[in-house]
């Protein structure tokens, strides 16, 4: 990192740098018929260029719009930087929403182009044309099923290109002026975030804003050119962004691009990625498959890692801390590297990660130690899109797992009285696209953005956050109530996947539990219980019996902590479904909309208050080809026990 | 290799077929055609020789009386291994896969008429055989990526679920680079979201590849929306043939279908 990158105030600038130092190092990879297929930086940097000039042959201006909607494939990549090399503005969406969540995006920024990447983004783009008019171009990277499509907005990528190099050839200084005409106080992007209410905003991020950030990251974690990261999340993340697109442009590391989003696993263990990102509930996901895995194994090998497991719980994270460690656990922790840690990681495809962060949701901490535990420096973070990612990241050495970590170099923090945290930090949003009051209440005078979190800094330096200030509440006797605290505690069993708490301005507290399908289901299939598909498994008394031990043992923790005691959680039901973004229950980012819920389960949340055994429920879904459909099932709702504080104490 | 659907001229002529068992006889003075690139269903109750047709034409059952024309080749009698040279390749109603075997290694064998080496060269892996090998495996990448099975490339046919080895019999029928493929029931036992995969599976590959396809299934609903023209046997004989609407409103396929009062 020692690389001098001063007058390098784009993204473009940086790209035409890296291709005159490392033109021959790899940039990008891609599976491609089963075989990783290598573009270096010299490569991208003349792809960019093609693509640059051919949307300017096709009437592309400065301070155009131009949206990019796909999986992580090297073109829509370089479609961003040639969008930014013509002084433009990348707008990326989420590759899987549905056609109408895209039309309020293209109407709002007034997006002429879009850089596409198959058949089934194009129907979606022309299915909202008519409510769209300024979309005029529309360029496809796969061809594949669009033979018959005549519509006139519509090119192949391919021929693009073709006429970018007629018109590099008939204006060869074209390119390089426009890239010198680009500041780094221009827009880099627009990052439309997850609307939870009305419409969604679109955050405009400068140059000099996701640089910065990125820089003051990959130095503080040491990355360089040698570093690989596997792009699997979508790219219309900024997280996503900011590791497979503003990181490497400032290191000059390389990405790979999975084959699909079902081989996420097997290319990961392919590539051996060293720096890589997982939210909270991949790292679950990957934990459950490893636990399921070990108890089909033989006697010896479940036994081998019990033990080794128990020696990494006591002293693996000390190790990775470099704190104090006696002998002979520092001697079996070698040995376990040696059978059971070392191999596991491999199966994760984490042998060579050096740093790994968590961030978007509360982690739960015996997750979190189990991948500290096994030598991996998982840490986590603390940003959003309004702030280029890095606000709070944990150092080497200083890793808990209730904290964010201290503040990243130029950020300053400080509350409101009611505990909201502000951030000021070069990172910060220039604005909210055509919404100066949506920026003026986000972001104040002296330039503090409000990020509507609620939380404290501990004596070590460290944010913690507790919940989303407006969603911290009281019950009806004054008890602070934080629903989403309840909801990660319900979270870290295993058998839960998502929970959603009520109680605000009610006399106790309640809750809805979504289970993990695949964890229960095994826990099922282990006990013979028969059941024909996640309705049926959600209604069996045995898994109400299961779930109501998970919890009371939330309960006995909640009684535990004084301030919170109170709204311990007295009755719960099992939905009948599974909560799902297509249905409105979940952000894309799958964050529960608690508000949604509680309006359109109503009637549950009444039965939950007024004692009844059980409720008739009928709801819609809608199915991934649009249809709409509807279940109904008869829902039991099972009260839990809750504790004394007392009887708490004498358990613990 | 993409080539532009143009329904052409006739590929398969079938010619007054019959077939018996012993004194069953499984089809009754059959005859059609199939022209090229076109999806041509063969439907019927059961029992009325669909499958049995679609083994005559790739030359597993060799018929008493009649004759097949392929390609402009009359013959009243071929040997199945004839008929795949020709460029015909199948799937089965009951899948027909190595369940030990990887996708990947399953679809391999899709390959094997085009392999030029000989089995020593073969089991040495030396020069040619190894270029050959991996040219082979290019072409069965290209079909992977096509059927969209990436993420199962190297996990045991038997360990899949139904659907999905449905799609990897399809893929090794489509290595072969057939000019025609016979799908025997392609989407039986699937559920809704399945069948609809097959759908767009089977119009995709008679789009990009261009080849004809021969099908007998029983969904009505996928034979009327995806094919040209539609073959109704009954009891061995052809009792109709046309285009879906044609068919539909026949009486003699609606009495087949529901029944005749007596």
């Not at chain 1, 891609?30 to 573009?39: A, M, N, P, S, V």
């Not at chain 1, 405009?204 to 990125?214: K, M, N, P, Q």
């Not at chain 1, 691009?257 to 263990?269: G, H, N």
């Not at chain 1, 505690?489 to 809750?511: M, S």
């Amino acid at each position: 990192m020692s690389e001098d990158l001063s007058g390098l105030d784009t993204f473009p600038k940086l790209l035409a740098h890296h291709a005159q130092v490392r033109g021959a190092r790899p940039a990008i990879r891609e599976k491609d018929l089963g075989i990783w297929q290598t573009h270096t930086w010299g490569d991208v940097a003349r792809e960019v260029r093609r693509i640059a000039c051919g949307l300017a042959a096709l009437g592309f201006r400065r301070g155009d719009h131009l949206a990019v909607i796909g999986d992580n494939r090297p073109r829509m990549y370089w479609a961003v930087c040639a969008t930014q090399a013509l002084g433009g503005i990348p707008v990326p969406m989420y590759q899987d929403a549905v056609a109408t969540e895209m039309a309020y995006p293209i109407q709002n920024a007034e997006i002429g182009f879009a850089v596409v990447e198959d058949q089934e983004q194009v129907d979606k783009l022309l299915e909202i044309l008519p409510q769209c008019p300024s979309l005029k171009r529309i360029f496809y990277d796969e061809s594949r099923g669009m033979r018959h499509y005549t519509q006139e907005q519509l090119m192949e990528y391919e021929k693009l290109t073709a006429l970018g190099d007629e018109y590099d050839k008939a204006h060869p200084d074209f390119y390089p002026a426009e890239v010198a005409k680009g500041s780094g106080a221009d827009t880099a992007g627009m990052f439309f975030t997850s609307g939870t209410t009305s419409h969604p905003k679109g955050v405009v991020l400068t140059h000099a804003a996701l640089i910065d950030r990125a820089l003051a990251a990959a130095k503080m974690e040491g990355l360089d050119e040698t570093d690989e990261v596997l792009a699997y999340l979508p790219p219309a993340w900024i997280g996503q962004n900011i590791f497979s697109y503003a990181q490497p442009f400032v290191t000059g590391y390389c990405i790979c691009c999975p084959e699909s989003s079902e081989t996420v696993m097997s290319d990961m263990r392919e590539i051996g990625p060293t720096y890589y990102f997982a939210p909270p509930r991949v790292l679950e996901a990957m934990l459950t498959q490893v636990s399921i895995r070990m108890e089909d194994a033989s006697a010896l090998k479940r036994g081998l890692y019990g033990y080794f497991m128990a020696v990494a719980g006591r002293v693996g994270g000390a190790i990775l801390d470099g704190k104090p460690v006696g002998g002979f656990d520092r001697l079996m922790y070698a040995l376990g590297d040696l059978v059971m840690y070392g191999p596991l990681r491999n199966v994760l495809g984490m042998s060579r990660v050096h740093v790994a962060y968590t961030a978007g949701e509360a982690i739960g901490p015996d997750l979190f130690r189990f991948y500290r535990s096994i030598g991996i420096n998982l840490k986590q973070l603390y940003g959003s899109t309004e702030t280029s990612v890095f606000v709070c990241i944990q150092p080497d050495g200083q890793v808990k797992a209730d904290t964010v970590g201290p503040a990243v170099a130029g950020v300053e923090l400080k509350f409101t009285p009611q505990r909201e945290l502000l951030i000021r930090s070069p990172g910060l949003f220039k604005e909210y696209y055509k919404n100066p009051q949506a920026t003026a209440e986000a972001k104040d005078a002296e330039g503090w953005f409000h990020t509507g979190d609620a939380g404290f800094v501990d004596p070590d330096g460290h944010l913690k956050i507790i919940d989303r200030v407006k969603d911290v509440g009281t019950l009806n006797d004054g008890t602070l109530f934080a629903p989403k605290y309840l909801e990660n505690k319900l979270k870290f069993f295993p058998y839960i996947k998502e929970a959603v708490a009520f109680g605000q301005d009610r006399d106790k507290a309640c809750a809805f539990i979504n289970l993990d399908a695949e964890a229960v289901g095994n826990w099922a299939e282990k006990r013979n219980l028969s059941y024909s598909g996640y309705t049926d498994l959600a209604s069996q008394d045995a898994v109400y019996d299961l779930i109501r031990e998970c919890v009371e043992k939330v309960n006995a923790d909640l009684a535990l902590e004084p301030e919170i005691a109170g709204s311990q959680i007295h009755r719960f039901l099992i939905l009948h479904k599974e909560m799902d973004a297509d249905d409105g229950e979940l952000t894309r980012t799958r964050k529960v909309r608690r508000g949604y819920i509680g309006e359109k389960y109503a009637t549950l949340v009444a039965a939950l208050y007024d004692g009844r055994s059980s409720v008739h429920v009928e709801a819609q879904v809608r199915y991934e080809d649009g249809r709409t459909g509807s279940i109904s099932a008869d829902l039991k709702i099972c009260d839990a026990k809750t504790s004394s504080p007392q009887a708490a104490k004498r358990a613990a | 290799m993409s080539q532009t659907r143009n329904v052409g001229d006739v590929i398969l002529n079938v010619e007054n077929v019959s077939l018996a068992f012993g004194g069953v006889k499984a089809i009754t003075e059959v005859s059609f055609d199939v022209r090229e690139h076109e999806i041509r269903a063969i439907i019927g109750p059961n029992g009325a020789g669909k499958s049995s047709m679609l083994n005559v034409i790739n030359g597993v059952y060799h018929p008493q009386q009649g004759s097949i024309t392929f390609k402009g080749l009359t013959r009243s009698d071929v040997d199945s291994h004839e008929a795949a040279k020709q460029g015909i390749a199948r799937t089965f109603q009951n899948i027909a896969l190595f369940k030990g075997m990887t996708v990947l290694d399953n679809i391999m064998t899709g390959r094997n008429l085009k392999m030029r080496c000989n089995f020593l060269q073969q089991a040495l892996w030396i020069g040619p055989a190894r270029r050959e090998e991996m040219e082979h495996r290019r072409q069965v990448e290209e079909v992977i990526d096509f059927l969209e099975i990436q993420h199962i490339r190297k996990t045991p046919v038997g360990r899949l679920p139904y659907g999905l080895q449905k799609r990897v019999e399809l893929a090794r029928a489509l290595a072969a680079e057939p000019e025609m493929l016979l799908l025997d029931e392609p989407m039986a036992g699937m559920n809704v979201e399945e069948k609809q995969d097959m759908c767009r599976f089977v119009l995709d590959v008679n789009d990009h590849f261009g080849t004809t396809i021969v099908l007998i299934e029983h969904d009505m609903g996928v034979v009327m929306d995806i094919s040209d023209r539609v073959v109704v046997l009954e009891y061995g004989r052809k009792i109709a043939d046309g285009t879906p609407d044609e068919v539909r409103g026949n009486q003699k396929v609606i009495d087949a279908y529901l029944g005749v009062a007596h």
